[in-house]
């Protein structure tokens, strides 16, 4: 994987790159749909944008490394509008994030991503994200369980 091919990406809280303008009013109009949403914000933002409800509303995340290390990139940033988003890092993203403290969001250095939500447990989604060399687990859950995951790394009901 070539260095130069590698560009920023970040996982947040959409209302974190949303909020007080235009976008935040054509945003909530959709709220609902899916589809919708990630054409919004990705016509409003110019960069291709990903959403999806975590099915509560203030959540935290970490990001983990599947890669044959298993280990956290980043722990516990966090968010308060039930849904969590992935995008490039494009420089009207980072400014409207410098808004925030680095709680808010988590950022990747990817060359191709894929991503995957999975939301079918109701006490966390995961937003799997595959690179070339690479995959990375974002799960976001209900804070009251997060650090139980923490302690056991038990995201299965076996």
């Known amino acids: 994987m070539s260095d130069k091919n590698m560009k920023k990406y970040v996982v ?3 209302g974190y790159i949303t909020k007080d303008d235009d976008v935040w009013e054509h945003f909530v109009k959709v709220i609902n749909d899916e589809e919708m949403r990630n054409k919004v914000l990705s016509e409003y933002l110019g ?4 959403t999806s409800a975590t099915g509560y509303g203030d959540w935290q995340n970490f990001i983990k490394a599947d890669s044959g290390e298993d280990r956290i990139l980043q722990d516990e940033f966090c968010a308060d509008s039930g849904m969590v988003c992935f995008c490039e890092m494009t420089q009207e993203i980072e400014d409207r994030l410098k808004r925030y403290g680095s709680w808010a969001y988590a950022i990747l250095e990817c060359e191709d991503p894929k991503i995957e939500f999975d939301r079918t447990d109701p006490e966390w989604t995961v937003l799997k994200i595959t690179d070339t060399n690479s995959v990375y687990t974002s799960i976001v859950m209900n804070p009251d369980r997060i650090a139980e ?10």
């Open 47 to 50: 960069c291709q944008i990903f």
């Open 149 to 158: 995951y923490l302690a056991t790394g038990d995201d299965d009901d076996e």
């Open 12 to 14: 947040t809280d959409p």
